[in-house]
Every structure is written in structure tokens, then in C-alpha cells.
């Protein structure tokens, strides 16, 4: 699966041994660090050769205009785009006059490994200058989990043998050039050198940068500071002019005494403080991050990482790649999330520029369903940024003519940036999905001060949207016409089966919650009527359904629709979108992406055993997977209907996405949300884990034949459940907490800190339904056995 | 009607008796010259104030860059945006030293009159400068229908008392500026000076200028000679020098001893004929034009008008202003399509820029119909044009995956230069729109060299498409999904009722040519079971129906979605696409234009008149008239249902369309296809014509109360038929060819060269239906009784 020789197979690193060219952008997305508020990518300490240089902080962006051939009311006139702030991890070599630049001379050796029980990326390298001077460097650099605003690199040169003069430069630099990224000449304008300098001061080993952008009013600051411990005679240096600022290290070196440097980072920014504020806040910490030292962020680093993954890891027992590749998946998840603190968590996180560093429902509907149960204050912390954008959701609702809030498809700031409606603003499902993400985060927390202070408001506001959205017929069912559902090859359909019943949920749930907290909804002007009129649309709303083929269109007269003519798309034709109209798309039944079959997870109660294996049957021909946010879905259903190779397989893609680049465009940034979706697709497809809004936990586990073992941990109300699974029994245990009331397979159990197994019942093997042809996932059968 | 007092009411001329400058845009466009092949705005001669300048010709354009805030496969990279090419009317005066400059100054008298038999616009202005003198200036101007590259205008000015120092220049401008458009500014840029000089020669009292164009690859060519009749001691005086070629006349003049000018004009261009042959080419246009004279163009132009109106006037007596519209209508289509030869006539004519100067589906079904029974030769060559853009149309098809062609939605030279593609490229309507006016244009005609020529590859190319778009159902149903039907208030909807019954029709025609035309057929490689597969999906077409409301839902659905809330609407808030997101309008009931009720005119057999009756009592209260391709179609239906008070209120409105300026932006070209639709709504409305592919023309005639008499003129089948129409009766006489059977009010008659009279039944009167609050048309029950 992982087909470049570059990554090797190990259960908790991921170890570049050689340096390849041709994947070097990949790679740079894939040992991106990150806290979720700073992110740095993967770029060579030298800076060059990239494939896209990258320091993103968590809503910095600049607007751009969004220019249409023929424009309509309401359309956004500009929209967001994440930049390439200050780049703090520069560290360039000279050796004998001679620049360290690994496309000349010869390198011997270069290795990298990201170490997720560490969190810290190690990169070693022996290089023989063309004029045959060889030097072995070695760096380390991680963007700290406990402080902030904080990044540091350790960085190491010496002479293999012999002596050699060598100078490091360790520098901040904004407005780097970047390659064309082919866009729009006018977006191009816009966000080259977006950042106007307004500070660059040096001092001793020391330097501190202010920028603002032009038009979205942030100001950024990056500050850096050095250790230097350097044998013999070397002279140091520093200076600030223009955008760049460089501490300089010259020195006569010899073999067995490296040169080594810490270069502690810090950024902050603002859309309100002071140039002299935010320069003093980096400044500190820079002070703090020396303070602490370099063993001493490694150290807490580790700390951190522990907790983590003492709550949150998963073992994957008979599969090695999925073993490593939901580690490194659950480890970019946690650093897209774990310091973004009331910020967005980008489809990208802060790993690359993709999707203009927009935030989707990809984070509402996969992301947070993992952190809710294994990191769940960053989830509240999601969802408290997305409250903080209800005044922005307020008015668009307004500019639409509709009640309540209507949240942004794409966004980074809150405000809508879709710049082609029928799949941006058209998608209303991210507003049940917001909903039901906060449902589900307080039904495992037990969170009461969040139900009360942001799901309620959120709940409320989203009902309210669906309430006017919607309308009773003349048969009095409530249908919501004219809205995209998740899958995005299908648009303004009437009555989709996922937006109608999460829609329905968001709907039915604002009322009980109103219910809960009379006082603080008759603050949000919430009457008994308006929570009455709630739960009669909730109950009436319109699930079409095909009596001839006994399945549920995805949206009323998909049935109806010409199938894709699959038999005569050619490989090299998907993704379907970039070779395919929209129109042809829209008007056939292919699908890009789980929806009917999403709302089987995500609303599981309302279809019965034999509708979930007859849709999963029915939609499986259709559905392209263009979208990295379906395998994993796919995943969970096919394990719940027996299929649990193919759930194996679907596994193995969400998992693999990154780490294979599965769909060609790793470089510019992780698909977060399909590594997220690969622990679903372990607990909840695999385990067969259900819970969110249900009122308790359950599980159905299930092993393919691939997977001898699959042991998972997570919170629940206070408590911290083990789970594992071997092919024929499971095993439940208490980490702490009470005991908790569960099932399993259907049966009642009770969860303790004895652990109880229970026998896994058999099931009569199925038919494996077939996928479009070409688009079948790579089977992880043969794979799964070999190791 | 007409509010402003500029305009006066007479039946055969548009007189303005005063200048209003807040008018002048308006009148610009009411007073555009143009033969089809060029366009003459009424600018004043003297260029200054005005609106917008512009002089046209067919098919000249520039390409700008289409922008996409994203981008989508297949989405047109490029539009071609009709230009302003050299300004030949201009023709400045200069008194004693002072600029003949309406603004300034004391304008006493200032009257244009359109001639509309003549074909001529004078103009007469009596000024006295700021510095006291005054002088008389008249101006009569032509655009040649009969030499089509030809324009000519005579001009005269002398002082009222005493004498003035004069001097005239006449003049050719190439890239004059223009005023804003608001526009895109990358758009502004490719039009801003679009003309590159390649010559501006002069010679003696001519000049002739040979610009191209950036982009397109276009050449255009102007040129201009002189007669100058100059009392006394004159300088002539001729240069030629950048993007300027200006003849001068110097002269000291007394009252009565006017200085005359006759200034011939010639137009031509090319996509291949080099700078020589397009300069000769120009330069010998003039020389025939000055062969012939003022007075002979002045003649040749009044008969070919004269001929023109033998076969298509219209008389009504008892509302004056709509005599007067239709007439001034009539006369615009002549314009737009006369010598259109072969080129598109665009939905503002060569009257101005409005909608980049592209020709839409206005043309096929609201301005042939009009031409084909009142100057039939126009019809033919505007198909023919379809007909050669059909290489380009089958590449369109292609792209979208498609067999057969798929013609342009909005277009200039024939490739599909919409950039929003859910109204534009899905409004795959335009093919059986083009298609139906092939068929009415062989039975109005039965032109067999045409229906075999042309008519037979439309056809079969369309039928083509429909065959590849549509799909059989499990119930073996024929489906067309997720198209745009003519309301543009909805979009990608499955089944529109209009589309398929049109598209049936097509496919049906296609057929049964193919059947006449073995031979050509099997050159069109169409075998008889591809015929056999058109008339099958023919048959099995999807008519949804509404069973609760026994009405046709305009698509399938359509009477499942909310309705608009018509009732708390503002009146400001129309047009709603300015107002309302489009998200909004899509999905809910309201109808921006006639779409089910243009069925039930175009395809009125297949309707049931009580089907009739109720579907348009269900859409009149739906339907807002946000387009001005609505009007004339509910006429036709309302007169067909027994509303005779309401489809005389629509007349009025299709007809005023511009004299009144209803929407609001006549300033930027007139609505040919309402101003044809005004006959449609007298002749196919009150006259209750219908012919077209039924095989025979007949007539349900009704008067509205307001209305006396009404009398018109047709072209059918080599005849000239005149009806002629009272309250009571109805009489027809055959002007010319042979006695033709037809039918009066589902009576068989013979129409003979003898006059026969037949009485018309009484109808009982049903309720008047309702229009959205706010939007009811004018009623022109009173003004027409008061005439």
C-alpha cells in the first residue's frame, strides 16, 4: 500500500530512510508538526530544494477578491486564503563556501523519522560537498504541545573527517516566494508577499519580526532566540533588514566537535493588539521556551504524547500499515486539534495550504467524532469557536432569507467563501452536522456547562434554520427542498435522505434541550410554539423511499436517474470532476461520497437491519470514493452489515490516504478528517462502537480475517473504556471511572474494572457487493496475512 | 403608458419633441439605425452628451477572459463581448469658436422624429450659443437596407440671423471611450480600446480606416466620402491621424445659406480577408453608395419599407399607443434581421451592448416566429447560421458527453459563452427551440431546398442530443433530469414540462424527415433504428401531471415546493434575482417567465382547454415577469382562455417594452424579442393564429373590449392572407397566390381572394385571475377606451 520505498513499516514512527526527490512535497505534509496553532511543514532545515515552503498559524489569512463571469445576489466578494507567515525553521549551511544543498554534490545518507510518542521529527544527514568536504547534520524540531506559541529546533554539524569552515544561518523570513500554484492572476496578486513589514529588530542572539497583511487587518509576529554551543573560535552574529532577519555562526570546525545551535520560536498574532504588544508577547515567549529549555520541551512533549495516547491508541494486530497508519493518523489529528482553542480545525489542519486553508464539515462530522473520544476538550473547543461565529452564521442566514443561523461552508474566519453555491451554500447539512456534533460530544462527556452554554445556543440557532427552510405540504409532510447533500456529485435535490434526518434530529433535539433549560431559551426568545413547530417538522419530515428496488434514494428521484455509465469511464477519467461537467454528474446516479449511506451511521436507528444491507448494497456500484470522506464510512457499514473485508479494505484506504497518497495530492496538506475517519473506521466499524445521541455506548465487534487482534481505548462520561477483540470473543474493561452500563451484540452488559468477555456471534458470509469498475479498494486480504 | 413627455403618440413615427437628457441613453437606443448587418445607436451627431456610444456590427467582437471563483470542468474559458467599433456619425460643429454642445448654451427647439415608413431618423435643433449666436442644425440619417455595408447622413446648419463662422468636422473614431460598466475590471481591460490601427488613409474628401481586433482575430473596416455643399468661400480640408480621420469644413455662413453635407459610410469585416481586400472592399461600398445619392438611398430605402409593410402591418384600432408600439416593434425586428444574412440576430439587436451583444433562444422562439410569416427570408438565414456553427455545437456536445450538437446558450460567433452554466448550458431548451422554428419556418414556407438543406440537419442533430440526454425509466418512461427550463427561477430540475415536449416534438419531426429524406438521412449516417429510438423516447416522454391539483407541474415537484411569499415582497424588491440568492428563488414556487404556459402556446395540442384554463390560472399567480420574455406568451394565453381584458394588458406591456421602458434598462438596447412578441400577442393572442407543425394555419379571433378593430398581414404558404377583426366578426381575404384552407374558430373555411366574414362566438366570462401583489400588468382597459 505505502508503494514508495521512502516509508518504512513501524509501529510508532514514521522513518524516511532515503531522500526522494519526487515525493519531497508529500513528505513535507506528512512530518508537518503542528499543535494546531502553529504548523510547520516538513521543509528542509536549508529551505531548499521544497516543494512548498509552509509556517501557517491558525487563522492567519489574507482576503482575496472571488470574481464570477456572471455574478448573483449574495454571491461572497472576496474570500479567505490561509498564508505562508514568517518561516522560522530556516537553517542554512555554508561548508567551505560551498551552500549545504542536497541536489549537489553527493549525500550519502539522509534520513527522517517522526516519533509520535515523542512528537518530535529527527533528521539526519551525511552530505559531501562538490568539492568533496563532508559534514553529517543532524536536527530535531518539534512545535511544543504544552507551550503554545512555541516551536524549537535542535541542530547539530560537524565534519565527518578533517576540518571545514562553516557557516549556519539561522533565520526569520516572511513573504517567501512560492511556486505558482496555477491560480487566478488576480488571487496570485493578492497573496504574494501578503505581509507589510512593520518591525524587524535584532539583539544579541535574537530577533523579532512584526508584519501586518494587507487587507484582512491581522498582525503577525515571530520571534527566535538561540543557544549556541560552539568548539574553538566562532564568531556569531546577527542582523534585521527588511523581511528577513539571520543570526550568524562562523566557525573552523573539526571532527567529533559539531557546531550545535537550539533556536527556540515563538509566534502570536492579532486582528487587535498593538505592534508593541504582539512584540512583546513573542519576545516572552521566546524567554519562556529558553527558560524551559530544550531537554525540557522534549521532556514535556513526551509527557503530553503519553497522556494521549494512554487514552486514545488503538492496536491493530495481523496489519502493520494500518497498525502504523492509524498511529500517525491519531497523531496528526491530535496536532490539528489539540492547541487550536476556540480556532477552526482546517480540512488540512496546518500541514499545507490545500483547499485555501478552509475549514468544512469534514471537521463537525469526522474529526470531532474521534477527538470526542479521545481528546474531548479540543471537540468543545471546536464547537466553541463555531458559537463564536453565530453572529457572522446570523447574518447569513438573514442575506438568505431564512431564521436562525446558517453556519459557513468554507470558512476560516466564520464568513462564507464559497465562491459556487449549489455546493457550498447549498450544502445546509453542516449545520445539523455542527448540531449533531455538539450532541454527541455532550452525550459522552456529560459536559453540562457546555450543553447549557454552546449546544443549546447552537442547537436553537440551527433549528431555527431548518425550520425556515423547510415547508409542510399539502399532505402536511415536512420536505426540504433544493439543498446538496454530502455527496458532492449530485446538487439541489429535493428531501436528501441524510439532510432530512439529521436536520430532523437537530430539529427534535433543540426542543428537548429548550425543555431542559427553560430559562436560559426564553433568553434566546424561544417560545413553547416555536420548540412545538420543532418537533412537529422533526416528526413529519418527508424519507423518500423506492418501492420498486426497496431502497432509499438518496434524494427524492435519484432512483429515477440514469445510472453513470461506469463501464465506459476510463481509469485516467476519476476523479469524475476534473474530467466530467457538473451538470452530466448531477443529473446521474453516481456518488462521489458516503451520504445515503452516512446517514446509515450517523442516524443508524432509523432504517432496520435489512434497509441498511439493502442500501449499503444499492450504493455501493455508484459510489466513486472521489472523496477522501467515504472510505471510511463505507467502512463502518459494511462492518455492521457483515461485510467485514471489504470494511477491512475501506479501513485500510482512510488510513492509507496520506501515507500512500492515495489521491495525489498529499503535498498540499493531509486529509484530516480521513485519518480521523480510520480510528472510526476501527472503533466504530471494526468495534462496532454506536453512541452520540442514543443515551449510552455500544458495541457489535467484528474482526476480518486479516486482523487477528484489535485492542482500542476511549473516554465515555468520565471514564476510560479498553476494548479488545480477537475473532471470536471481546473483552470490556474499565480503565477508571464507575462502572458503566453497555452492550454488546444487542445483549446488556455492564462495563467494570474486571474485564468480561463475551463471545462474538457468527454470521452467515454475504455476497461482496461490487464497486464501480476500477474504483474497488485495494483488498488488504493477502496484505493483512503475510505480516 | 408612455410616462415621458419626450415621446409622442402618432402611428407611424416615434417623436421626441424635446431633448431630456435623463432620457438620453433611452433614446439612444429607441433611435438606433440598423439594417442587421450594422447598428447606428442615436447618438447625437456631435457625439457629446451622450448615453453610450456605440456603433455595432454583426458578429464583431472581442474575447474576455471568463473568471470563476472555482472553477468547474468544461466551463468556457472565454466570452465574446460585442464592441464599439469606429464611430462613423460623428459629425462636430464648431460656431464661431463656441462647440455646438447641447449642455451649454440655449436650446430652443430640439425635435428627432423615426420615420417609420421612411426608415430614416431627422433630427432638427435650433441653438443659440453661449456667446449668442444661433444657428439651425438638421441632420437625416439612414442605415441602407438595401446596400447593406452602407450608412449616409445629411446634414445641414446655417444661422438663423446674421452670419456665423463655421466649422464642421465629420468624422471616423475608432476606439472612442466609453462610460463605466461596472464591470470586472480584467473585463474592462480587454475592452477598453479593443480596435489595433492597421491604416487611416485619406484621400481628397474621403478616409478610410482598417483596425483588428486584439484577440477574436478580427479585421473591420470603415471608410467615409463626402458631398459638401458650401455657399461662399469654404476651406475643405481632410486628415488622418491615429485611431482619427476627419474631414473639415471651414466657412463664413449667413442665414438662409446653409452649409449641407452628405456623408456616405461603409462598414466591412473579416476573420480572413487581409488589410487591401477589406480597405478596397469598404472604399468601394462608398463609391456605389455615392453612385446612388442621398435621394436614391433616401427612395430605395422607402420602398423597400413599403414592400415590407404591404405584407406585415398591423392596424388596431382604439388603443393608440400600442398602434404605434407594435409598429415601432415591427420596424426594430426589421432592423435587427433584414440583412442579418447568415448572421445571429442578438437579443438587443445592433441597438447596444446589453447582454455582451449575444444572441440567446429570444431569437428561435420570439422573433422568427414574428419574421417567418412577415418577412420569411430572415428566418431562413438566421437557421442558417445555426446551421454553420453546428461544428462547434457538436464539439459543445462532445464535451458534455453528449451525441448530436448542443447549440450555445449565449453566444456571439457560435461557442457557448455562459459562466454560469445551471442557466446557461442547462437550458438545453435552445435546441428544440431552434429546431421547432425550423419546422414553422418549412410549413409557413414549404421551402423543401430548406428543409432538406438545413431543417434536416438541425433536426437530426438535435434529435441526437435529446436521445443522449434523456434515458428510459424502469417503467420504460423517456426522463430529460436536471435541466433549465425558460423560467429562469428554476434550474436543474428533472422533467421540465416545456423541455419535454419540446424535445418530443424534435425527435418525432426528426423522424419523420428522416423519412422524407433517405438519401440526405443516410449522409447523416442515421439509420432506421436510430429513427425508431426518436420516435420511441417521443412517445414514452415524461408529462409529470399533479393530481391533487390537476394542473402540470412546470417539472416534476414543482407544485411540492413552497410558495414564494409573494405577499411580503416589496415592490422595490423586483426584479428578485437582484434581491433574493438564487438558492432561494431555485427552490420554491415562483416563475420569473412563461415556462408551462409557453407550452401550453407552443405545443397547445397537447393540452385538453380545460388543461389550458386551469394550468393558467394556477402560474398567473405564481409568475412575476422578471424577464420581458413572458408578456406576449401569458397574451396568447390569456386571449386563448377567454382573459380577452388580460392578454390585452400583456400586449401592452410586450409592446411598450421599450417607448415605456419597463424594465428599466432599454438604455442599453431594445428587447427585440418582446417587441416581436407584441405580434405574436396581437396575431397568435387576439388573432388566435396558430400554425407550425400542425399543417394548417387557423384562427380563433377575440377582441378585448378596448380594442375595435384589428387588422394584420401574413406570409403563409406562397399567399398573403389579411385578417381583418371586430368585436363580432371576422374576415379574411387572400391578397395574393392560391385559396387556402383553414379555420375560424375550429370551423374549416377557405380563405379566397373574395373576402369572407364569419361571426365570433360569445364566451362566457370567467373570474380574472391574479397576479403576484405588485406585479399585475398595466391595465389598459381605460386608456383604450379613452382613445
Known sequence: MISHPAFNVEPWVVRECQLHLEVLAQAESVFALSNGHIGLRGNLDEGEPHGLPGTYLNS??????LPYAEGGYGYPESGQTVINV??????????????????????????????????ILTRTAEWVSPAGCAVRVTSTRLVSFTQRAVAAIWYEVEPVDGSARVVVQSELVANESLPDLGRDPRTTAALEAPLVMEENVVDSTAAAMVHRTRRSGLRVAAAMDHEVHAPGDTQISVSGVGDVARLTVAGLLHAGRPLRLVKFLAYGWSSQRSRPALHDQVVAAVAAARMRGWDGLVADQRDFLEQFWAGADVEVDGDAEVQQAVRFGMFHVLQAGARAEQRPIPAKGLTGPGYDGHVFWDTESFVLPTLTYTYPQAAADVL???????????????????????FAWRTIAGEECSGYWPAGTAAFHINADIADAALRYVDATDD????????LPLLVATARLWRSLGHHDLDGRFRIDGVTGPDEYSALADNNVYTNLMAARNMAAAAELVGQYADDAEALEVSPEEAASWRDAAAAIVIPYDHRLKVHPQAEAFTDHARWDFEHTKPEQYPLLLNFP???????????????????????EAFTAEEKARNFAYYEPLTVRDSSLSASTQAVIAAEVGQLELAHDYLGEAALMDLGDLEHNTRDGLHIASLAGAWTALVAGLGG????????????PRLPSGISRLSFRLFYRSRRIAVSITPDAATYRLIDGLALPSAHHGVSIVIRDEPSTYPIPGIAPLPRPRQPPGREPVSRHVRGSED
Not at 60 to 65: A, G
Not at 582 to 604: I, N, S, T
Not at 689 to 700: H, K, L, N, P, V
Open 448 to 455: 453540562r456547562g457546555f450543553e447549557r452554554e454552546t449546544a
Open 582 to 604: 457538473y451538470f452530466d454528474l448531477y443529473r446521474k446516479q453516481v456518488v462521489k461520497q458516503a451520504d445515503l449511506v452516512l446517514a446509515l451511521h450517523l442516524r443508524g
Open 384 to 406: 466553541r469557536w463555531r458559537q463564536s461565529t453565530l453572529p457572522i452564521a446570523r447574518e447569513h442566514a438573514v442575506r438568505l432569507g431564512l431564521d436562525g443561523a446558517c
Open 60 to 65: 492567519v489569512y489574507e482576503l482575496r477578491p
Open 86 to 119: 514568517t518561516n522560522g525553521k530556516l537553517i542554512r549551511l555554508l561548508v567551505d563556501d560551498e551552500p549545504f544543498d542536497v541536489r549537489y554534490g553527493t549525500l550519502r545518507s539522509h534520513e527522517r523519522v517522526l516519533d509520535l510518542r515523542a512528537g
Open 689 to 700: 462502537m454506536r453512541a452520540g445521541t442514543t443515551g449510552a455506548i455500544s458495541f457489535a
